[in-house]
């Protein structure tokens, strides 16, 4: 398996996107509707599947491994963007939500990263994309976001994102770490990775961190970010009924009359 070599910049701190430069025919590969922008003799492509050379073979093998994408809540289809030109090109693709991109040199991780199943972005051409299966029941049916995993194989770099805060922990043989579900961004492919539960009627009922949380044990790296989306989309959800009635003024006289005129009191 062979990838395709791309150079890239990335921009931004809170709102990232990078920037990737292409010789004449290479080509990334993106989840629809990641792009930002594109020079001119970028062309873009809709393909089935990951593009990756593990996905040339029949057309029932392609659908099948399509399909397990759909589980993690992904589209069957994704965007090949090829430099058509003679000269060098860019492409940008940008952070769906606030926080990191990171790039994954998959080469020096063993040819294998396991990740939330959001948090892929872009990749060079010959990465595969597909799904990881959690063996134990605990895992399937309690894990949460932490569940329908992602896998990305290969010898190329592969981008991915997180929301928040980002930190790696790189975990000695048997050290074990426990996380919120939500939180685990990645996870080299070495790390085994189980679903326990809180315990306690009082932590169950009241604790306010779940009824579950992932422990993840080394050797290798996992990647934590500090403000799962689920959190995020919740709380911007629970603000929304006082949204509309805050938009004028936020509060200030001004707003208040605004209001009153626009009939809203």
């Not at 892929?120 to 299966?133: P, R």
């Not at 290798?220 to 603000?239: D, T, Y």
């Amino acid at each position: 398996m062979y990838s395709h070599e791309i150079d890239y910049n990335i921009y931004g701190d809170d709102m990232q996107f990078v920037e990737i430069e292409l010789d004449p025919r290479e080509t990334v590969v993106a989840e629809a509707g990641a792009m930002m922008m594109m020079d001119n003799d970028i062309e873009m492509e809709t393909i089935f599947g990951d593009g990756s050379r593990k996905g040339n073979g029949s057309f029932m093998d392609k659908l099948f491994s399509s399909g397990k994408r759909v589980l993690t809540g992904e589209s069957l289809f994704m965007t090949a963007f090829t430099n058509a030109g003679n000269g060098r090109e860019k492409v940008s693709f940008a952070s769906p939500y606030p926080g990191k991109i990171i790039p994954m040199d998959l080469s020096q991780l063993g040819g294998k990263l396991i990740c939330q199943k959001d948090a892929f972005l872009c990749a060079a051409k010959g990465i595969s994309v597909g799904i990881d299966f959690r063996k134990k029941l605990s895992v399937g049916f309690f894990g949460g976001e932490g569940f329908i995993l992602e896998k990305l194989e290969g010898d190329g770099i592969a981008f991915i994102h997180a929301c928040g805060a980002l930190i790696k922990k790189d975990l000695m043989p048997g050290e074990v770490l426990k996380i919120d579900t939500g939180c685990i961004v990645a996870m080299t492919k070495d790390i085994h990775y189980d679903i326990q539960f809180v315990g306690g009627i009082k932590n169950t009922l009241f604790g306010g961190e779940g009824v579950f949380f992932a422990t993840v044990q080394g050797p290798g790296s996992v990647w934590v970010q500090s403000l799962p989306f689920s959190r995020l989309a919740e709380r911007i959800f629970s603000a929304a009924p006082n949204l509309g009635n805050n938009r004028k003024g936020e509060g200030s006289i001004l707003g208040t009359i605004g209001n009153l005129l626009d009939g809203d009191n």
